[in-house]
């Protein structure tokens, strides 16, 4: 029996790092940050420094999420989606939560440093505008979407400034893509989960409701997703460049988006809210995919 209990200990403790530093989406916002760099290397591909990236960046991306953890576990108990994450659930305490978050802090400014000074920036700038705007403002107005899409759209830039140590037109458009983005993703996530944010008290949708109004604003935001999408095919976003054929892509994929979009204002379904949030994920996932792969095969 002791040697079990010995066994499940590193186990949960893995199971608490992975559910408290938001693991998938540390993850996804990693791959954000490495298409960015490929996209912004000249030269041979410099792999140290690649994975400073990756490790520089979980680190900020989860000391973020873990922040905010501890900041909303009143709330996080209250609701369904969140009630089983370590704090609420009772199987991590705010002092070793808030130490995990310091830790993952100052590792991540200072592997982020050793790459550029200007990319440490960017990352704690990212931190401390998702902990110390984004999270509070959740509970008090919709405008919490526009603050948080800050530094949500951060990432795909970094990548860029770690290659580069320059920030410029080209990470600019990498951000504005990115800032665009988040709108019809988290509305999209606010509306099919309406019910439990409310519980908790957040202001997610931009009306407050789930009605016309918030579902045209989801359009028109996929609208200005794609075509910013689309601003490096026409040859003004210096070294940033994508050829027609991958424009024609990008193109395609912003037609499903918009699609998905529509079809929320129609039928105005958590369901397809739901598909659209599964949507507006592939979408940044292929277009990032679809930027790399036009830089080196062409």
Not at 147 to 170: S, Y
Not at 228 to 239: C, E, N, Q, Y
Not at 269 to 288: D, E, G, H, P, W
């Amino acid at each position: 029996m002791p040697v079990a209990q010995s066994q499940s200990f590193p186990v949960s403790m893995i199971r608490n790092f992975t559910e408290i530093t938001k693991m998938r989406l540390s993850v996804s916002v990693v791959f954000s940050s490495v298409a960015g760099y490929l996209l912004g290397v000249e030269g041979a591909i410099d792999f140290t420094t690649l994975l400073l990236l990756c490790v520089g960046g979980y680190c900020m991306v989860g000391a973020s999420n873990v922040y905010n953890q501890i900041i909303e576990k009143d709330l996080d108990a209250l609701m369904d989606r969140t009630k089983n994450r370590p704090i609420p659930a009772g199987r991590m305490n705010v002092t070793p939560a808030f130490i995990l978050a310091s830790v993952l802090t100052i590792i991540g400014i200072a592997v982020l440093y050793v790459i550029n000074p200007q990319t440490a920036m960017f990352g704690a700038i990212s931190i401390f505008m998702y902990v110390s705007l984004y999270t509070p403002l959740k509970t008090k107005t919709p405008l919490s979407v526009f603050v948080g899409a800050f530094p949500g759209a951060i990432p795909f830039m970094l990548g860029w400034v770690a290659a580069t140590n320059d920030f410029g037109i080209e990470p600019g458009t990498l951000f504005m893509i990115q800032f665009f983005w988040q709108f019809p993703h988290f509305w999209a996530i606010g509306w099919f989960l309406f019910e439990d944010y409310k519980k908790g008290g957040f202001f997610m949708l931009p009306n407050g409701k789930r009605n016309k109004g918030t579902a045209m604003q989801v359009i028109l935001y996929s609208v200005w997703t794609v075509l910013a999408s689309l601003i490096p095919a026409m040859g003004v976003t210096g070294r940033l460049y994508i050829t027609p054929i991958s424009a024609v892509l990008i193109f395609g994929l912003g037609v499903w988006l918009i699609y998905y979009a529509v079809r929320l204002y129609k039928l105005k379904t958590a369901k397809s809210a739901r598909q659209l949030m599964l949507v507006s994920v592939s979408y940044i996932t292929l277009l990032q995919i679809i930027y790399v792969a036009d830089k080196f095969i062409r």
